[in-house]
């Protein structure tokens, strides 16, 4: 298969920063920074006038000087002087660039005319360009991190295309805290010549990608969006975060990137009828791919809520039935299964819940039975890691001995510990997927970071647990659709 | 003014905790523990036939051989047992009875018998009943922390009651982590006896309370609680997260606390004549209870939006615009005045986007001229911490020298310190309401840790700060049409 166009652009043999610089305080010297510590691969090539070397390697005054034909440049410099940059990088070869800087279409009629400028240099010359008004890009295959706020970086299997750069690196640091990684991210900015639906075309056979996350305002090549979305939703599950959905918000997203925004539901039915999945938070669109990326698809809307205790059962109840799931009754054999090893007050019903039991075992069984059981398709787990937490505060705070605290420890968080390896295992054998609330206050358990590091993620309210299970059968249920489709079309 | 009966159980002189133990993972050594390293002000009394001591503090076999009238007795005894060890309390002449173990209502009509048993002991006795299937109380006013889970508690101004123990104890640590503190929390379980609005009513005249919490799943005694509900709006705010808005939730409260749940949009439409503020979300009820306890309310609909970047002003105007706020466009005057100050390519509108500035100075003035304009009724700022997260990361993975990191930390962290203490005092100057959002990804910040511990709250996404705003208009602006229908009435 011949390789796509932006192959180039997310593995860069050659990356020149034109602005690099040694002031701390410059965005030169933090996106610099950023790829330097993240390890790019490649040959990298700091151009500043006023400097010998950036961080210990050779500045060049410009870019011709480097001598070398370049694959991909980052232009930090004043709006007003990127047509002539971009001409240089043109004359040296340059086939991508990102362009930092704002002061384009985003700021009115001015901005406009030099954003139509730098468009014509890119049709003329077939250099392509990003943004302008970008907070850069990152891609896993040649660890470059082009990007201008430090962030911890992970490779993964998210492909993140965001038409806002600051949203796209505090929901990328979120995911990242919560154990997800990227595989490419792109800060689009105002996309005067490379659009989303471009970069989405690429994530089509992008083996490094399962899953697209995508932030929009404008999405004003719908058309091109829905017709690349469609063919990618068959292979890859698509999640949009669209903003716009008031006035208030349409007036904002044409005052940040120029967008002209459309009707919202015009965009929710086209959605639907593409397969992409919508989520209507910032971080519900974290939780909604972080599962689809990581978790098996359910075979139907059946969902098990499994609890350490009440409340929460009911609100994931009440959420699930929500968002359309279906929260069935245990049959008459599962209860006396489970009566075997329950509590006496246990709810005999779904949500099954262990009535604050701190013999963890019964946890353990129960999940064990209810993953077997062939009356659930998707399992929601809530509280586990909490008692691993409550031994976290008796440690900081308590009047225990530490024989009291050691026997505590092992009962609660070793036995935590064994119910989340447990719980990954389960995962794989019965392929269906496990969403797992715990609420920690800043505490992250051994058993947490066993189920992270496993795939099984750890979403910090059922409210938004029932959401991502939701978005699983969503996603299930559309390639099913699809597929009959497909035969019918055959016939 | 004589004092409202619920003072003695909120101000107990003397407790006594049945089933105390020294066991570790008995939940009567967890509450024991809570209570003694909470510093409760009065007499502490444990009752174990099978313990001399507990915690060091003398046990006696049963309540009767303690000798003396008692306030407040918990009890953590089988179910079964429950009756007898009541009869006993009230015979030593205990007022309240907090009631820890479940297998009561929730379990079916055994339960339910069991149930009307104790509530005839109460009734035939005076006694007073919490619960059963309750997870305890704390108040502030004795350091009273009568409660199952070990959680930092910290002393407030909210009146927390919960229907689900874990659920309330789970959003207590939530707020205590982000700097707020209870007066009051109850754990109200199935509700046999005490109901939710009788402490609500002890709320009215409590002066500890400025703002009252609600997670309800039943609220059985719809009449009644509208009533105290709306006598208490009058003076002080009411904020109910209501479960049991889809069939399956409400299965669900059934089979946890036994509740009959009536329709939700019986509930919604109650709720608004009562002035009584809904939440849609556990974590969102915290946050809306955090605003209306520490700011101050608006004197209109209009929001301004202050961002460090585009994209979260985008969706805060979005989301302040499908919650009925406006975002109205600056006059000229105020756009000439922020001319001065502001980086070039500023959005010269509402939101005002600092363009990613990094000279911090620019945020400090714009917050002034925003809240000292007459067009603003409300400030909304975005991202102000976050500069003291980058030091952070810098500080733990980055190459900088440690000159380069003490630059950065003096114009980044010292700035941010600077501009939250100025907000603070612009809060209290100008009387207009400030709610900010710093995604911190786990790291608390030195202006974060300012603005909390001065009553301005840091809310972790812009959606879920719009809505907080909102939630303080609509409290504003339901006291102001009480108000004038209170002139009308009078005519």
């Given at each position: 298969?011949?390789?796509?166009?932006?192959?180039?652009?997310?593995?860069?043999?050659?990356?020149?920063?034109?602005?690099?610089?040694?002031?701390?305080?410059?965005?030169?010297?933090?996106?610099?920074h950023?790829?330097?510590?993240g390890?790019?691969?490649?040959?990298l090539?700091?151009?500043?006038?006023?400097?010998?070397?950036?961080?210990?390697?050779?500045?060049y005054p410009?870019?011709?000087?480097?001598?070398?034909?370049?694959?991909?440049?980052?232009?930090?410099?004043?709006?007003r002087?990127?047509?002539?940059?971009?001409?240089?990088?043109?004359?040296a070869?340059?086939?991508?660039?990102?362009?930092?800087p704002?002061?384009?279409?985003?700021t009115?009629?001015g901005?406009?005319?030099l954003?139509?400028e730098?468009?014509?240099?890119?049709?003329?010359?077939?250099?392509?360009?990003?943004?302008?008004?970008t907070?850069?890009?990152y891609?896993?295959?040649?660890?470059?991190?082009?990007?201008?706020?430090p962030?911890?970086?992970?490779p993964g299997?998210i492909?993140?295309?965001?038409?806002s750069?600051?949203?796209?690196?505090?929901?990328?640091?979120?995911?990242?805290?919560?154990?997800?990684?990227?595989?490419?991210?792109?800060?689009?900015?105002?996309?005067?010549?490379?659009?989303?639906?471009?970069?989405?075309?690429?994530?089509?056979?992008?083996?490094?990608?399962?899953?697209?996350?995508?932030?929009?305002?404008?999405?004003?090549?719908?058309?091109?969006?829905?017709?690349?979305?469609?063919r990618?939703?068959?292979?890859?599950?698509?999640?949009?975060?669209?903003?716009?959905?008031?006035?208030?918000?349409?007036?904002?997203?044409?005052?940040?990137?120029?967008?002209?925004?459309?009707?919202?539901?015009?965009?929710?039915?086209?959605?639907?009828q593409?397969?992409?999945i919508r989520?209507?938070?910032?971080?519900?669109?974290?939780d909604?791919?972080?599962?689809?990326?990581?978790?098996?698809?359910?075979?139907?809307?059946?969902?098990?809520?499994?609890?350490?205790g009440?409340?929460?059962?009911?609100?994931?109840?009440?959420?699930?039935g929500m968002?359309?799931?279906?929260?069935?009754?245990?049959?008459?054999?599962?209860?006396?299964?489970m009566?075997?090893?329950?509590?006496?007050h246990?709810?005999?019903?779904?949500?099954?819940?262990?009535?604050?039991?701190?013999?963890?075992d019964?946890?353990?069984?129960?999940?064990?039975?209810?993953?077997?059981c062939?009356?659930?398709?998707?399992?929601?787990?809530?509280?586990?890691?909490?008692?691993?937490?409550f031994?976290?505060y008796?440690r900081t705070?308590?009047?225990?001995?530490?024989?009291?605290?050691s026997?505590?420890?092992?009962?609660?968080?070793?036995?935590?510990?064994?119910?989340a390896?447990?719980?990954?295992?389960?995962?794989?054998?019965?392929?269906?997927?496990?969403?797992?609330?715990?609420?920690?206050g800043?505490?992250?358990?051994?058993?947490?970071?066993?189920?992270?590091?496993?795939?099984?993620?750890?979403?910090?309210?059922?409210?938004?647990?029932?959401?991502?299970?939701?978005?699983?059968?969503?996603y299930?249920?559309?390639?099913?659709n699809?597929?009959?489709k497909?035969?019918?079309?055959?016939?």
């Amino acid at each position: 298969m011949a390789k796509h166009a932006l192959d180039v652009f997310f593995n860069p043999k050659s990356v020149v920063v034109i602005g690099a610089s040694n002031r701390v305080m410059k965005w030169g010297f933090l996106v610099f920074h950023n790829i330097v510590r993240g390890g790019y691969r490649g040959k990298l090539y700091p151009v500043n006038p006023n400097e010998k070397e950036v961080f210990g390697i050779k500045a060049y005054p410009n870019v011709k000087s480097i001598g070398r034909r370049l694959d991909l440049a980052v232009v930090i410099v004043p709006a007003r002087a990127v047509p002539e940059t971009l001409k240089e990088c043109a004359e040296a070869g340059v086939k991508y660039a990102v362009i930092v800087p704002g002061g384009f279409s985003e700021t009115g009629d001015g901005g406009r005319a030099l954003e139509d400028e730098i468009v014509t240099i890119a049709l003329s010359t077939g250099m392509r360009l990003v943004g302008p008004n970008t907070m850069g890009m990152y891609s896993s295959t040649s660890n470059l991190a082009l990007l201008m706020p430090p962030i911890p970086l992970r490779p993964g299997n998210i492909g993140f295309l965001s038409e806002s750069g600051n949203l796209g690196t505090t929901m990328m640091q979120s995911a990242i805290v919560n154990g997800l990684g990227f595989s490419r991210y792109v800060s689009v900015g105002n996309q005067a010549d490379l659009k989303i639906y471009e970069f989405l075309q690429y994530f089509i056979d992008d083996n490094e990608t399962n899953t697209i996350l995508i932030y929009a305002e404008g999405l004003e090549e719908g058309r091109e969006f829905l017709d690349v979305a469609k063919r990618l939703t068959r292979k890859k599950p698509v999640v949009v975060y669209k903003s716009g959905r008031s006035e208030a918000g349409k007036k904002a997203a044409a005052s940040h990137v120029g967008a002209l925004v459309g009707s919202d539901k015009v965009y929710g039915s086209a959605f639907r009828q593409a397969g992409v999945i919508r989520a209507n938070h910032s971080f519900e669109m974290v939780d909604i791919a972080s599962v689809l990326s990581r978790q098996p698809l359910p075979k139907g809307r059946r969902i098990g809520i499994l609890t350490y205790g009440g409340g929460w059962g009911v609100i994931a109840s009440d959420h699930c039935g929500m968002f359309n799931l279906e929260v069935p009754p245990l049959s008459t054999h599962v209860i006396e299964e489970m009566d075997k090893f329950m509590p006496p007050h246990w709810s005999r019903g779904n949500p099954i819940d262990t009535v604050g039991a701190l013999d963890i075992d019964i946890f353990r069984r129960a999940v064990e039975t209810i993953l077997e059981c062939d009356e659930i398709d998707g399992l929601l787990v809530l509280g586990l890691g909490v008692y691993s937490v409550f031994t976290h505060y008796y440690r900081t705070f308590s009047l225990l001995t530490n024989y009291q605290l050691s026997e505590m420890n092992s009962q609660l968080c070793d036995a935590e510990v064994e119910i989340a390896k447990d719980l990954v295992k389960f995962v794989d054998k019965y392929g269906k997927p496990v969403v797992v609330t715990s609420f920690a206050g800043g505490v992250v358990s051994d058993a947490a970071r066993i189920l992270q590091d496993n795939g099984v993620m750890n979403i910090p309210s059922p409210e938004r647990a029932a959401k991502a299970m939701a978005s699983l059968v969503e996603y299930s249920e559309y390639l099913k659709n699809s597929e009959e489709k497909g035969i019918r079309d055959k016939k």
